[in-house]
Structures are given as C-alpha cells and as structure tokens.
C-alpha cells in the first residue's frame, strides 16, 4: 500500500510539471547567516547610520545580525584593532581615511573581493583608497561653527581663533583627532607656508589659538557648546553641523574659513582576520549602493561617494559635494600626511596643549 501511495504522489508531481505555467517549488536555499559586529561613530551618527543603513540591511537579509559598537575617534578606533589585532573582535570598521590608511599600512585591514563588493566599480576616483582597500563611504568637510545670537557679525576663519576677544569661546579636539590635523593644513594655507615643510609657525599659530580654548574634551560636544551658548566658537565637520542646524532654533551657523577647507572622507573596512568575512563584505557592498548612501545623506548630509547616487538639489547643497564647497577645498597629499601624523601628534601634545 505503501509502495502505490508513493508512485501516486510521483505521478502527480509529473503532471504537475507537464501543465504548462505550473512547476514544482524548489525548496529555497538558506540565505547568508551570522552577526558582524560594525565599529563607528557615536551619537547622531550612530542614530542615523543604523535608521539608514544598518536597519534596512537587516530586513533585506534577516539572517545576519549586526551590531553597531559606537566607538570614539578614529584615533581611538585605531588604539582598539591594534589591541585586537591577534583576535579581533570587529568585522566592519567605518573610520576617518587619513587614520584608515595608518591601519592599511599597518595590516590591520583585509582589501575587499571586487566580485563580492560590486559596487567599488561605482565609487568616485577621490574615495578610492587602492589596492581594493576600503573606499570612501561619505564626503564631508570642516567648517567653523559659531552661534549667530552671540556673534552678530559671522567669523571667517583663523584670524577669529586667534582674537583675543574669543579668550575661552573656542572649542575643538586636537589631534590626534583629524580634526586637529586638519586645522593645522588650513594654518600652514593661512601663513602661506608649504605644509610638508617645517611646522615651526603652524606651531606657534596654534599655540597662539590654544589661549583662546576653553576645553579640549568638549562635553558633551562642541555642537552642543555651540547652540547652548557655553562657547561662540568651534571648528568642525559639515555633516554633522547641518544635522544640529536643523534642531537648533537659529542658535547654530557655520562657515567655510576664507583660507579653505579640508575634505574629509569616512573609510569602511574589512577588518582583517575576521571570522564572518563574508557577511562582513556583504554588508560593505550594501553600504556602497546609492540608496543607501542617499537614505544618510538626506538625514545627515554626507556626500554620497556612490556616483550614482542622486540627491535633490536642496539637500546637495548643504553637503560637501556642492561644487560650490567643493572648490574650496584644499588639495592634500594624504599619504605625506599619514607619514608624519604621529609626529605632528606628538608636536600637539608636547607644546600646543600645555599651551592652553
């Protein structure tokens, strides 16, 4: 009975089959699983970075886990895989490319499988950080921030860190932080000196504009010193800016500095030796899409680096990919810059700190 059950279900799969439209579902194959854990930015980044990115990630592939680590720096970031570099403990790293190209350097990042990251293909020349090392996910650039209720007329660049008449109204983080390096290219362009040259006057201009800061930890940021009328004025990034322009009630405004800007890119990276490698790279291609990139760039003004990515004009203008912007930058070798940073660190804690 039994052996006639079986060939009635077999002949019945055949007529299935020889009905035209109509075929047996195959059974579905079990799609990519496992967690990865992504290091960032914390804070709004982190907010929106998981609304635009992470979240819908995970409902387009429900097998895999992430777990978003808000970091601090990139230079803390750096200090964490090094500490992790026998065992990490990350997969997917998004940090500032002048840090990241140290951590390239150093092997502390695995370069990505262009048949597995098809979108490297798409990302502009400026982002691409070589040898299929992890590209640019973002433009951003820095900008001086002030509060336009406190400062009636808009400050417009180095000369107004250097005012006396700012004594403790000035905020930022000094390097290792890239802000701080960048601060000390757009002096070296202030004092019309070559910033691969000797740094003897871009020391004695920052010392000059440590007396004029307050705190270097700014707590609980300097956008929120800013808006909240504990200091007038703070150098920082765009991106972020924008975002706290719209929430802050006209207490916030920022400015392009009259001697350039420095444009700045976030690097995502495969973490070398990680034990989810292929869900870690899976992740990196879904973060290199233009929908992805558009969702953050509408909700944290970051360029998308994606040029396939499209922007409505009023959003593209407060990015720093407006060409506008854009022109102001300043062109930077960043490989020189990477070989001298941890000495312009040590020239920023041996006499521009103590100065303040």
């Not at 579905?28 to 699983?33: D, F, I, N, Q």
């Not at 509060?147 to 008449?165: Q, S």
């Not at 909240?228 to 916030?252: E, P």
Request: charged content about 15%; glycine content about 8%.
């Amino acid at each position: 009975m039994r052996l006639l059950l079986g060939r009635l279900i077999s002949a019945a799969a055949l007529c299935v089959a020889a009905v035209p439209g109509l075929s047996p579902q195959p059974a579905r194959a079990a799609g990519p699983t496992g967690q990865i854990v992504l290091m960032g930015y914390s804070g709004v980044v982190k907010d929106n970075y998981t609304a635009a990115v992470v979240a819908p990630f995970m409902k387009k592939y429900p097998g895999i886990t992430v777990i978003y680590d808000a970091a601090g720096s990139s230079a803390q970031m750096l200090g964490m895989l090094r500490a992790q570099r026998a065992h990490p403990q990350v997969d997917v790293d998004i940090m500032d490319f002048s840090v990241s190209r140290v951590a390239n350097k150093e092997g502390l990042f695995s370069p990505l499988d262009p048949k597995v990251v098809t979108n490297l293909a798409d990302i502009y020349p400026q982002a691409q950080m070589g040898g299929d090392m992890g590209p640019g996910i973002d433009f951003d650039s820095l900008v001086l921030i002030y509060n336009p209720t406190a400062m009636k007329v808009p400050p417009t660049g180095i000369k107004d860190l250097l005012d006396p008449a700012n004594k403790g109204e000035v905020v930022f983080s000094p390097a290792p932080n890239v802000i701080g390096i960048a601060l000390q290219l757009v002096v070296s362009k202030y004092l019309g000196l070559n910033y691969k040259g000797l740094q003897t006057q871009q020391i004695a201009t920052l010392q000059a504009i440590a007396r004029n800061v307050q705190t270097w930890n700014p707590m609980p940021d300097e956008y929120a010193m800013v808006i909240n009328g504990d200091a007038n004025l703070a150098v920082a990034w765009n991106a972020r800016t924008q975002t706290y322009i719209d929430k802050a009630g006209g207490k916030l405004a920022s400015v392009v500095m009259k001697s350039g800007s420095i444009l700045d890119i976030d690097t995502i990276n495969l973490v070398a030796h990680t034990p989810h490698p292929a869900a870690a790279q899976l992740f990196i291609n879904y973060a290199l899409a233009p929908g992805p990139q558009e969702r953050y760039a509408k909700l944290m003004y970051y360029g998308p680096t994606n040029e396939h990515a499209v922007l409505p004009p009023a959003i593209m203008a407060r990015t720093s990919s407006y060409p506008p912007s854009l022109s102001k930058m300043l062109p930077i070798d960043w490989n020189y810059v990477a070989s001298v940073q941890d000495q312009w660190t040590r020239m920023w804690q041996r006499e521009v700190i103590p100065t303040h």
